[in-house]
């Protein structure tokens, strides 16, 4: 069972930048593919993005296209979500997602996976 620990959070304007992180532990990091999902006030949990365990294949959703980038540090078991030109529609608690299975590519769901806790992002307008 992996451990997975957000952070970077917050409160930004917008137009603004953040960046996400998660620190996993527990099991090899490297051979399973991560993501990130989102959940605003009454709406259920989204895809945001997702890569692949060797990074070889990346995922966004539509509207994260061009302005989230999402990247992987095997060596140092942690991922990360750039986010730059956020808009109010973005304010949502963030997660942290890793496949239950090595090897395979992009997550597609929130099926099988373990989650962190999650961080609270607001976009303020």
């Known amino acids: 069972q992996v451990q997975l620990v957000e952070s970077g959070g917050g409160l930004v304007q917008a137009g603004g930048s953040l960046r996400l992180s998660c620190a996993a532990s527990g099991r090899t990091f490297s051979t399973y593919a991560v993501g990130w999902f989102r959940q605003a006030p009454g709406k259920e949990r989204e895809l945001v993005a997702s890569?692949?365990?060797?990074?070889?294949?990346?995922y966004y959703a539509d509207s994260m296209k061009g302005r989230f980038t999402i990247s992987r540090d095997n060596a140092k078991n942690t991922v990360h979500l750039q986010m730059n030109s956020l808009k109010p529609e973005d304010t949502a608690v963030y997660y942290c997602a890793a496949d239950s299975s090595p090897y395979r590519g992009v997550l597609s769901s929130g099926e099988n996976v373990s989650w962190g806790q999650g961080t609270q992002v607001t976009v303020s307008s």
């Open positions: 890569t692949s365990w060797r990074s070889v294949n990346t």
